[in-house]
């Protein structure tokens, strides 16, 4: 039968071996069957080149084992040991400035380098000799939150070498990066540089490009270690995906090439945003998995970071984030760190026993969560139920960060978790699709500003709709081809047939400014003077130089219907578009069934009492009504 992990990452070489022990009981004290060990010791386990130090892992690992607590085991190749950056300090990165990094932090590396190519595969092949038929293991895990870039010469090099595949010749680049602009056209691939700091704006398909090839080269990379791995293991094999602008790696893409899904979770707001965010990375990573299972990594354990103070989670609330996960199909709740490191560049970031010790409140919750998780053993092989999907593709969020836009309020992701938020608060889960999905099991699809399509995209919506699906399609959608050439005719371009609209011109609003709807409704952020040629008109615009004219619409097409809203509208009035209840519930609802039984998870985030209808025949944990900050699982058939 399948087990929920739960652990996170162990670093026994920061701690003497006395502690060991300590920590292995209070391991099974606290139920954790699975810790992530070696993330960053490469020179703990290779102090010197090719002197490997194995014996504090041997020991580790048996101690482990012996207390019954499995083991992920990592390759440590985010953090190269100072050896080898004195040894090759052409491998440590440069930034778009042209500055070249020095030691001294984490993610010190280029991964176009030779040198550190070739140290990563060897230290991966040598813990794999190792450690491969080690009772303890049971995945291995490389790496750790790839995401590091690097605009050095090597860079450069590749860059030119992958763009060479992708284009084949100079003229088909020089038309899909619209260099008779500025007078950039390229003659010879040498003159041809990665997007450094330059005088003005940058090439927006330079751009973007430079951020799918980083993301190729990464994975590049990653298979490299796992090839090594897999010489010597057929275990699962895995790396941990992190989500932030400065990530260049298309994860849906890589979910392809890893064994098991894994993300970690931060979330960067500290009010009810935190569960937004974790619902919202939850369901992205589930969606990741293709509907399947996938696996919390990372978060953390007290603490809110909203990148200007640590805030303390209050109690219950790291118990509520971790369960909003498992009901979306993680199979467990790992964490980072298992004990709070005493020095260190994160020495204040929350364990799960932290500075005070396991005679804590952080670490009692710890405890009970360890408790609950043994009841929930069946969900794992259950599946998450949606019936709505939100387009969600990272290349047309690359795209907008680096292209000059006719309003800096446009913001790709904000947009996404806004149309996530309107679901989450009326207790719908969704799943987030690619473009070139297929849609037919959805009866609704909402297109959050999709800057960037292609026609085999955008087709493949129409014929969604025409077989009969309903289609919302917002503000800013359908503008430029994947090359980032604006679609001629009139916006939203690539929609402007399926949603029956033709727009002329584009109406930012201010920063914090609105504009009245007809139905009372408000508008932020973006207006659009929409021409109805075969919609129906819905809403209109009520004042200004819009006064009157369209601002939502919908258009019947085929057996479907295609909505489109040309701004972004007030939280009640986006819910009721999508038929949802305008008042928001303080309870997380999902469900996930497995042949005929269902679980209903009942997570009350709000501060009073919720009496929740529930007609399960048998409740796994919790209690209803929900009392405040409560949360419950129901299994019915």
């Not at 778009?96 to 991964?111: I, K, P």
């Not at 937004?276 to 978060?299: H, I, N």
Request: proline content about 6%; glycine content about 8%; charged content about 20%.
């Amino acid at each position: 039968m399948t087990r929920l992990w739960y652990g996170g990452d162990y670093n026994p070489e920061q701690w003497d071996p006395g502690v060991w022990k300590e920590d292995v009981a209070l391991m099974r004290q606290a139920g954790v069957n699975l810790v992530t060990v070696g993330v960053f010791s490469w020179s703990s386990l290779e102090p010197a080149p090719g002197r490997y130090e194995f014996d504090w892992l041997d020991q580790v690992l048996d101690l482990l084992h012996d207390g019954g607590v499995s083991v992920d085991l990592a390759t440590p190749t985010a953090s190269p040991p100072p050896w080898f950056t004195r040894l090759h300090p052409e491998a440590m990165p440069v930034t778009a400035d042209g500055v070249r990094l020095t030691h001294g932090s984490r993610d010190t590396y280029c991964a176009c380098a030779p040198a550190y190519r070739d140290a990563a595969r060897g230290i991966a092949r040598t813990l794999a000799e190792r450690y491969h038929d080690h009772p303890a293991l049971a995945m291995w895990h490389v790496h750790n939150e790839y995401g590091t870039t690097c605009h050095c010469s090597l860079a450069a090099a590749r860059f030119r070498e992958w763009l060479q595949e992708r284009y084949g010749d100079l003229d088909r680049l020089n038309e899909a990066w619209t260099t008779a602009f500025w007078s950039q056209g390229y003659a010879d691939w040498t003159d041809i540089e990665p997007p450094r700091k330059t005088q003005y704006l940058v090439n927006p398909t330079q751009y973007l490009d430079y951020r799918r090839f980083w993301s190729d080269e990464l994975l590049a990379a990653f298979l490299e270690q796992k090839a090594e791995l897999r010489t010597f293991s057929e275990l699962p094999i895995t790396t941990n995906f992190v989500f932030g602008n400065w990530v260049p790696v298309n994860h849906a893409q890589w979910a392809e090439a890893v064994d098991v899904v894994a993300i970690d979770n931060y979330p960067d707001q500290t009010g009810t945003g935190a569960e937004e965010q974790t619902a919202f990375a939850a369901d992205l990573a589930r969606s990741w998995a293709g509907g399947g299972p996938w696996l919390l990594m990372e978060q953390a354990a007290g603490t809110l970071n909203d990148g200007r103070r640590l805030q303390a989670k209050e109690p219950g609330r790291m118990a509520r984030h971790s369960l909003s996960h498992i009901a979306r199909g993680s199979q467990g709740a790992l964490f980072f760190q298992w004990r709070a490191s005493r020095g260190g560049s994160e020495m204040y970031h929350s364990a799960m026993v932290p500075h005070a010790g396991p005679d804590s409140r952080i670490f009692r919750e710890i405890e009970e969560l360890g408790a609950v998780l043994p009841q929930l053993t069946d969900v794992a092989e259950s599946n998450v139920e949606a019936e709505v999907a939100i387009l969600w593709d990272v290349e047309c969020w690359w795209a907008m960060q680096g292209t000059h836009l006719p309003s800096s309020a446009l913001d790709y992701l904000k947009s996404v978790r806004a149309a996530h938020r309107h679901f989450w608060r009326a207790g719908v889960t969704v799943d987030f699709a690619s473009p070139t999905a297929d849609l037919s099991s959805y009866t609704t699809v909402v297109v959050p500003s999709l800057y960037l399509i292609s026609d085999e995209s955008a087709a493949a919506l129409t014929a969604y709709v025409e077989g009969g699906g309903h289609l919302v399609v917002g503000y800013f959608s359908g503008i430029v081809d994947p090359d980032l050439r604006v679609r001629l005719g009139g916006y939203p371009g690539a929609f402007t047939e399926l949603v029956g609209v033709r727009v002329e011109e584009f109406h930012p609003l201010p920063i914090d400014g609105e504009i009245a709807l007809s139905s009372g409704g408000r508008g932020r952020v973006w207006s659009e003077d929409v021409r109805a040629v075969s919609a129906e008109v819905i809403d209109r615009y009520a004042g200004g130089v819009l006064d009157g004219k369209p601002a939502i619409t919908r258009h019947e097409f085929g057996a479907g219907v295609a909505w489109y809203v040309s701004t972004e509208v007030d939280d009640e009035t986006g819910a009721r578009l999508l038929g949802l209840s305008p008042s928001p519930s303080p309870v997380e609802t999902v469900r996930r069934r497995a042949g005929d039984t269902t679980w209903t998870f009942l997570i009350n985030h709000g501060d009073t009492q919720v009496a929740v209808p529930a007609d399960g025949s048998e409740l796994v944990v919790g209690e209803l009504p929900l009392p405040p900050g409560g949360y419950a699982v129901v299994r019915s058939r």
